[in-house]
């Protein structure tokens, strides 16, 4: 018996198509659900204290800090235009311009069996926003009137990004704290992938004691979300938005980098693939699940970086050692050099 199989053809390239465009469908749909939830960021409200453990805020124990600011830090809201409240409105942000290369990014990882030893020269692997900001730009004026990280950089829009010495140093096997660590250097992380440095989320832009500020909700930063102090650039908010791996939609994010006490940093997705909110993490901005970890699955601690404040680490739950992580030849030795403005006051960006 001879069968006509010329239907069978355009029926299987019709399911085919038809499949095709239902995996469309549904990675577009977790497309959408993600980027529409990173629409609008949720910065600190105003009156958020820096330093003790608590959800949504950060605790910092920086000397400098300490001694300029004896009654502690609290953040306030300066109510820029991209500010709906305590909201961060990203489309409304007048990032700073520009799509530039700074140079070749060097970047080693040096593995001992106790620990992770970072050296480069700060040099992202991408593009970044022009600095210094040039001026007439939307960003100019804002970065004109916040004050500067010295006497060569007297107001923001003067800093550049130029390569340094950056060199740190992790626990390789951090050990889980059930009492967490305050955070003593304003650099909270390195990013693996990018080969530059997460800052804490802390900014005074003009040297007033009452206008300590999320930096995201003050300063426009570039397209990547970084910008340079003391001529180092680094990130803050949207931090991962430049990184080249970030993994599948409907997966646990991939690593990033690592945070000061050797825990690693993943991106805002969790098991499944669900976007990671601060409820489901803990004052440090962390939580245990299953995670890769040096090329073995492990139930572990990590942190997230998500759209809430602090969008990542605000306390470390292992111990570090800032001053033998952090080599001297690194500007933010833990700010043991950190700039002072005019009215004498530390100012962090």
Same mark, same amino acid.
């Given at each position: 018996?001879?069968?006509?199989?010329?239907?069978? *053809?355009?029926?299987?390239?019709?399911?085919?198509?038809?499949?095709?465009?239902?995996? !469309?469908?549904?990675?577009?749909?977790?497309?959408? #659900?993600?980027?529409?939830?990173?629409?609008?960021?949720?910065?600190?409200?105003?009156?958020?204290?820096?330093?003790?453990?608590?959800? /949504?805020?950060?605790? &910092?124990?920086?000397?400098?800090?300490? @001694?300029?600011?004896?009654?502690?830090?609290?953040?306030?809201?300066?109510?820029?235009?991209?500010?709906?409240?305590?909201?961060?409105?990203?489309?409304?942000?007048?990032?700073?311009?520009?799509?530039?290369?700074?140079?070749?990014?060097?970047?080693?990882?040096?593995?001992?069996? @106790?620990? *992770?030893?970072?050296?480069? /020269?700060? !040099?992202?692997?991408?593009?970044?926003?022009?600095?210094?900001?040039?001026? *007439?730009?939307?960003?100019?004026?804002?970065?004109?009137?916040?004050?500067?990280?010295?006497?060569?950089?007297?107001?923001?829009? &003067? !800093?550049?990004? @130029?390569?340094?010495?950056?060199?740190?140093?992790?626990?390789?096997?951090?050990?889980?704290?059930?009492?967490?660590?305050?955070? =003593?250097?304003?650099?909270?992380?390195?990013?693996? @992938?990018?080969?530059?440095?997460?800052?804490?989320?802390?900014?005074?832009?003009?040297?007033?004691?009452? %206008?300590?500020?999320?930096?995201?909700?003050?300063?426009?930063?570039?397209?990547?979300?970084?910008?340079?102090?003391?001529? #180092?650039?680094?990130?803050?908010?949207?931090?991962?938005?430049?990184?080249?791996?970030?993994?599948?939609?409907?997966?646990?994010?991939?690593?990033?980098?690592?945070? +000061?006490?050797?825990?690693?940093?993943?991106?805002?997705?969790?098991?499944?693939?669900?976007?990671?909110?601060?409820?489901?993490?803990?004052?440090?901005?962390?939580?245990?699940?299953? !995670?890769?970890?040096?090329? #073995?699955?492990? #139930? +572990?601690?990590?942190?997230? &970086?998500?759209?809430?404040?602090?969008?990542?680490?605000?306390?470390?739950?292992? =111990?570090?050692?800032?001053?033998?992580?952090?080599?001297?030849? %690194?500007?933010?030795?833990?700010?043991?050099?950190?700039?002072?403005?005019?009215?004498?006051?530390?100012?962090?960006?």
């Amino acid at each position: 018996m001879i069968v006509n199989t010329n239907w069978l *053809r355009p029926f299987l390239m019709g399911l085919t198509t038809a499949l095709s465009l239902n995996l !469309i469908l549904l990675s577009g749909s977790a497309l959408a #659900e993600e980027n529409e939830s990173l629409k609008t960021f949720k910065s600190a409200p105003t009156g958020t204290v820096i330093n003790q453990f608590s959800k /949504n805020s950060m605790n &910092l124990c920086i000397n400098a800090l300490n @001694q300029a600011y004896p009654n502690g830090i609290a953040i306030s809201n300066l109510h820029q235009p991209w500010m709906d409240g305590d909201n961060v409105n990203i489309k409304k942000i007048p990032f700073v311009k520009g799509h530039v290369s700074n140079g070749e990014s060097i970047f080693t990882t040096t593995l001992t069996e @106790q620990t *992770r030893h970072f050296r480069g /020269n700060g !040099i992202p692997t991408h593009k970044t926003g022009i600095f210094p900001v040039v001026p *007439r730009t939307p960003a100019y004026n804002i970065y004109h009137g916040a004050l500067g990280d010295n006497a060569e950089h007297p107001t923001a829009d &003067l !800093i550049p990004i @130029q390569p340094y010495d950056l060199d740190i140093t992790v626990n390789r096997n951090p050990v889980y704290s059930s009492t967490p660590y305050c955070m =003593e250097s304003l650099v909270v992380g390195v990013a693996t @992938q990018t080969h530059a440095v997460w800052h804490a989320n802390i900014a005074n832009v003009d040297g007033a004691d009452n %206008h300590w500020v999320d930096p995201i909700a003050a300063l426009p930063m570039d397209e990547c979300w970084g910008h340079p102090y003391n001529k #180092e650039y680094h990130y803050h908010g949207y931090s991962w938005k430049c990184f080249p791996n970030q993994g599948k939609k409907y997966e646990h994010s991939p690593m990033l980098g690592y945070a +000061m006490d050797g825990f690693g940093i993943f991106g805002p997705r969790g098991d499944h693939g669900v976007m990671v909110k601060n409820v489901d993490l803990d004052e440090c901005h962390g939580h245990f699940g299953l !995670i890769e970890w040096d090329g #073995e699955l492990v #139930e +572990m601690y990590h942190y997230h &970086l998500n759209n809430e404040y602090p969008y990542g680490p605000g306390c470390y739950r292992s =111990e570090q050692t800032y001053y033998d992580a952090i080599s001297d030849a %690194h500007t933010h030795v833990p700010m043991r050099r950190l700039v002072y403005g005019p009215n004498k006051k530390a100012l962090a960006h």
